[in-house]
């Protein structure tokens, strides 16, 4: 009998629908109706048990701004805990166990493809980690919203216990801030537009030659001058050259326990050092030296070429003649003015460059952090941070916060007593409103303006430090302005959905290892991935392990580059996705509003990811023989 | 044009192999069938000759290792296929934690059903296979296996389909279950639908089929219509009733007169089915077995064939 080709795919036979979201909605609602009444679910009221107990039991420094953020992290954790949970044992169950119990030989010999089929699961596993991650939600609001009543109580009696012995009255402004609002707030930031910009506080006149600029001796701050563009080598070359710094010194005002010296040196341009001519550490350091400031301020030194001995009083030109000038002044108390004339290159038979450009002041600096001093008393460093304009529309209904973050290095023995300055100019009516008060290493510092002083608009704010041995590291970010971020339980939600969106990735992740393998081979695979994963954010984040590891590998620095560690751990870990952006970070669990552009993104790569995981897992499964 | 088979295999073969690919059991070797439209097709064999395997094959279940099949001309397992069988497993492979009601709700949306025919369906259906308003209601893991095998045939009906792969239908059926299921097979084969079905319980096969096809150690060792089968051609059986011990001396002595051999004089027995059925319909205050309409479709092929009263 001659049978008709047999046709294959998934062609729809007449009368049923191409539009696959029914079945696909009726796969997934079967699933969520089996967790559910399989009471899958009691995992989150559990899980929200543990969340109390650990969180309530936990000490915290400072309960008054920490609990919250440490209660909301706290929330998410056990969130992704959960997440983790569905997606290594439940997920990798759900192809299985139908298959175990024989229920796919009911379903797969309906009009379902592969695809509707891995697509259904995944979305039924997905929505009951959703309705989970909810329980957890609303058990964890309502035990924050329980922590917060505390907390404010606690603000209040803080307030009222600290009024009298505070240092500075500006001190107690966040706390009373949380004892008048709660501490269920939730920031958007808007960033400076422009600095820190560092300039020297003038007491003694002596910005009256605007053309001059100054550093301080021993803050850290030097001098500059780009060479690159300059005859210098080739009249170094020629056997003749000198370097003249013609520059202006003055008495900053505290008595001098060392005698001020100039440290002067030829070192690589940071475009010399990234493209990686550097130059050999002993060359290096004879490319620096020591000079006494002379009197008339005129310091006149030789440049001879790398590589020979190193002749006192002179300098050597880096090999490549990619050099920039650097001046810093050691000692206590010395200013050192330059202005636009101040180097010049002198050659032989009289040849003199034009002047060099320059000099642009560098700030001290230490993990991208620029230091303001507050060595000297007089004259001061000031730091300033300008906003072009905030909208007004995007302030708080109250006062405005502006939050001002250092990192506080002190300068000898630590300071207790710390006292900086924060003083706000509004450009549009010249009025300046100043703070003194304790800035801290850890905690941002938060000031409230008056909505009568400013309300929008442009706004500069100055920074100072008062005590003489702090350094406060200051970043581009270190002074914001918290705006209005919305309800606190809106940024909860936001958390949730983030955590969501990831957890349903290793939802997908494990019903597509279910749709190939048996439970265990699944929920091991599942469990090494999530073991992998977190074994990999762990040695990101320890430095102590890779340092161990680099201590290890040091030996072999001469190695071609595929044996470094840190070329093994970026190309060995990148088919894992990060564990840690599961949760939100951490600005937003410290309370800053989660903004829906980062949510879209998480929606965005967790639909790329799980839609490309159900695809492979259909094509796994529909080459599986469910019965076999 | 030859009309399309429902079912045809060409040497189907399949032969299950262990982890480490060798053959470990030789399952179904060589299977040669074509079904007729609109007949009923039993599938008989000892556990382990192939049946379920055979069934398994049909619906994509699993892949035949060599040979083919062919669902109403198309391969097996895809959608377009499965949109037009029912299939009623071994044991009501089901969703424990659904309703009677969100079972056959569920299945319907698997087929596109629109809300309202699914409510429609489902009520036909669970009053079809008899399950009742209380039942409905409750989930499958309460339900005794009689009665997941009464939601799994509904489950099979769901898409009016035409053609049912019934496997061991009537397995786990009290006699009554039993003898509903076989009339609603016959019902479903007067509504034109072609139905395969796999059995170890000969009587049953007997009693529906109009073709069987008898499979043992995976192999087709018998295939053809049942009356011709089952036909003692060298026997004569007359079946009267009222006949007097004189008037049984008298006929056995003329047959004996024709040079022909008497086997048995016995007046026949029933079916322990039957006898089982009047008496507890009886006791239940039911009607008996002879007095309930005869069911929709035609009669039972070979029916008085067989002895019935």
Redesign the interface.
Known sequence: ????E????????????PWPL??I???A??TL??GL??RLWLLAPLALVVLVVADASSPRFDPIFEGIPAAFSATLLVMAILAVLVGVFFATYSIPSEIE?????????????ALEFVAGKTAGMSLLLLGMLLVVAAGGYGYICVRAAEIRALAGRHVAEARGWVAHPADLNAVEAVAQLGPLQTYRYHRADSGPDFAILDPQGLASDTSLRWILSNSGARFRWDLTQTPLRDWVGEGSAELRLQLTTRAAGTASAKPPQLIVGLVPTPESRASGRNVPPETEQRMAQKFDVPPDGLLRIPVVMAGGPAAPGSLQMPPDGAAELQLYATGDGLLVGAGPASASIQGSAGKVSPSIPGPAVAVGSERGRQWLVGRSRVPRAQAAFRFDTVPEGELAAGNTAVEIGFSLQSWGPPTITSTARAAFLNPQTGQTRSFEFTPEGYHSTILYLDRTFWHGGPLEVRLESETDDDFLGLLPESVRIRAEGGPFVLNLAKSMLNVWCFGSVLVAFGVLLSTRFAWFVSVLGGMTFVIMAFARDFIRHQTVVADMAAALLRWGQDWPQWLHWEWIVNRVSPPLPSLQSMLPGENVRMGQAMALAELGDAFLWSAIAVAALVLVGALLFRHR???? | MAEIPPVATFGLTKTYRDFWGRDKVHALTGLDLALVRGEIFGLLGPNGSGKSTTIKLLLGLVFPSAGRAEILGMAPGTPAVNQKIGYLPEESYLHRFLTGEETLDFYGRLFGLSRADRRRKTDELLDLVGLDRRARARQLKEYSKGMSRRIGLAQALVNDPELLLLDEPTSGLDPIGTREMKDLILRLKGQGKTILLSSHLLADVQDVCDRIGILARGELKELGRVRDLLLQRDVFQVQARGVTPEAARRIVAAVEATGAQVVSTDPPATTLEDLFLRVIRGEAGGRPESAKPPPAGPSRPGGDDHGRP
């Open positions: 009998m001659a049978a008709p047999a046709s294959r795919g998934n062609r729809p036979a007449p009368g049923r629908s029914r079945r909605g009726a796969v609602r079967v109706v089996q009444r399989m119990s024989k229920t796919a030989y009911t379903v797969c010999t309906k009009p379902l493809s023989e469910v019965a076999a």
